[in-house]
């Protein structure tokens, strides 16, 4: 049974770090995209960051590039993301995703069969 685990939100003021986590268990995804979406309030699951298995090509939103970085250690089955420069537009719940069907749906929620239960990021303004 694959089961994606992420941790590491938190409450922090703007311009703040986190760093969060979403450990992979049950099979082995080094060779698969992963990647982190999320919801605010309100809102829509709405993609964030994704990284490629092998080649570890990063894909990134608009409103979070050159302040999020989404690394992997496929030796961990684990998949990170970095936010530096908080803003309280960054509050939500983020999700890690893996089993992406087709690279061409890797923003879209519906191209993922594996979702983790999420981590609660606030940020302060």
């Known amino acids: 049974q694959v089961q994606l685990a992420e941790s590491g939100g938190g409450l922090v003021p703007a311009g703040a770090s986190l760093r969060l986590s979403c450990a992979a268990s049950?099979?082995?995804?080094?060779?698969?995209?992963m990647t982190w979406f999320r919801q605010a309030p309100g809102k829509e699951r709405e993609f964030v960051a994704r990284?490629?298995?092998?080649?570890?090509?990063?894909d990134y939103a608009d409103s979070v590039k050159g302040r999020f970085t989404i690394t992997r250690d496929n030796a961990k089955n684990t998949v990170y993301l970095q936010m530096n420069s908080l803003k309280p537009e960054d509050t939500a719940v983020y999700y890690c995703?893996?089993?992406?069907?087709?690279?061409?749906?890797?923003?879209?929620?519906?191209?993922?069969?594996?979702w983790g239960q999420g981590t609660p990021v606030t940020v302060s303004s």
């Open positions: 049950g099979r082995t995804f080094s060779s698969n995209t």
């Open positions: 990284v490629s298995g092998s080649d570890l090509i990063t």
């Open positions: 995703a893996a089993g992406l069907r087709s690279l061409s749906r890797s923003r879209y929620t519906t191209g993922y069969d594996y």
